[in-house]
């Protein structure tokens, strides 16, 4: 080819790039980045999103949803306010406590309506009296599940600042690892944690299912998103919710999903599912009622005096259009 030809080319080419760009910029703007945190990596309520995720459902909404797994609650809540995130998996105490701090985020979908928290020990502690001196595994101070913990100790007569001793160590996943090994006695955990601890013969002392108003999974985003990325937001949200519906009706599907994720054996998995989905709601909604209980549970949790409404913390506007088409 002579140099003439080469130069042509590489004019061509260039003509070419630069009408290109114009359409190239316009699909990278029509599917946003969406980024979220989530605690539970190995949790049932983080399989929602990684359904979504599976599924195409978030592709299929033109996003790119970018989740970060792994991450302590506190620390979400922290990016969601500080904005390095769009939303989060964390809606318990640790979010309201932002919320009575100034920090203007909403709760936006919720994953569940009682909480799947379970309280497993060593085979040498039958009862909540054998708990004198025991190590118990929660995961944050002030989350819903030590929240929890706290509650049922003193339900069952144990006070739990004198006659044992609370660590803190992290979510489910991390927690059964630390009590097959020995290095703690009691731990709350969640699935499938509970069921591997039950498969190994671990003593069940008590399950948390009663306890009303215990948040463990959900959306919440920061109203700047909600408000001028509003776009973004519904479509997140309906992807989401049909992550939510993929995992309540299709449980071959869900199981392995989750096996991958979870890095369960099949079986495992859908074990896993049968014994979640009774805790998880249909449509991402609680009730008004509910609302108040959900509050009543966390500003307790926090302990405080300190008062808001629903309409501060809730925002289920995107969630009530969606289930109406």
Request: hydrophobic share 45%; no cysteine.
């Amino acid at each position: 080819m002579s140099n003439k030809s080469s130069a042509l080319s590489a004019i061509s080419l260039f003509i070419l790039i630069f009408r290109l760009l114009p359409s190239l910029s316009e699909a990278a703007e029509s599917r946003p980045v969406v980024s979220l945190s989530s605690p539970g990596a190995g949790s049932a309520y983080a399989m929602v999103f990684r359904i979504a995720e599976e599924q195409g459902f978030y592709l299929d909404e033109g996003l790119d949803v970018r989740i970060l797994s792994g991450v302590k609650t506190a620390t979400s809540v922290q990016m969601l306010v500080g904005g390095t995130v769009d939303a989060t998996q964390t809606v318990g105490p640790t979010t309201l406590a932002a919320m009575l701090q100034g920090a203007a985020l909403k709760i936006v979908m919720v994953f569940n309506d009682k909480p799947a928290y379970s309280l497993y020990a060593k085979k040498h502690i039958r009862a909540f009296s054998d708990l004198k001196g025991a190590k118990v595994a929660s995961s944050t101070p002030g989350s819903t599940n030590d929240r929890l913990l706290k509650i049922v100790l003193e339900k069952n007569g144990v006070d739990w600042k004198r006659d044992l001793q609370i660590v803190y160590i992290g979510t489910s996943d991390v927690v059964i690892k630390a009590l097959l090994a020995g290095s703690i006695d009691v731990a709350v955990l969640s699935h499938p944690g509970n069921l591997i601890a039950k498969d190994a013969g671990y003593v069940e002392l008590a399950s948390f299912e009663k306890e009303v108003g215990a948040l463990t999974g959900g959306v919440a985003v920061s109203e700047s998103f909600l408000t001028k990325r509003r776009d973004a937001a519904v479509r997140f949200l309906r992807a989401t919710l049909k992550g939510l519906k993929f995992f309540k009706n299709n449980r071959e599907g869900s199981a392995k999903i989750m096996a991958k994720q979870m890095n369960l054996p099949y079986e495992a998995a859908l074990k896993t599912h049968d014994a979640s989905t009774p805790f998880f709601v249909s449509d991402g909604l609680i009730s008004e009622d509910f609302q108040d209980k959900v509050l009543d549970f966390e500003l307790k949790a926090i302990g405080t005096d300190k008062k808001i409404s629903r309409e501060q913390v809730f925002d289920f506007s995107i969630m009530k259009s969606l289930a109406t088409k």
